[in-house]
């Protein structure tokens, strides 16, 4: 019989969290996460999209592109008692 992780040891993430993007030479924006890895983040929506520009895909504009990890000097992931607008610390 195989072995289950106790419902406490398994991370529990939030689907399709918000975050806060600081690029180089950028003022930090925010988008949603839909997935990450270490070539970088699939975002979806807010400046940070509409920054990016690139997003037209076989010639559908659409509002998910790719961010490359080397773009970012950081990201912080929105907790749920954080308040949207406020720049972090």
Known sequence: MALRAKRSDVQQTKANPRA??????QAAMQATILSRNRAGFWIQG?????LLGSCDYSG??????FLS?????????????SHAGEPGK
């Open 46 to 50: 807010g400046k940070l999209a509409e």
């Open 60 to 65: 559908v504009d659409v509002d998910v592109c």
């Open 20 to 25: 806060t993007f600081k690029l180089f030479g």
């Open 69 to 81: 990890a080397n773009e970012v000097e950081w990201y912080k992931v929105a907790t749920a008692n």
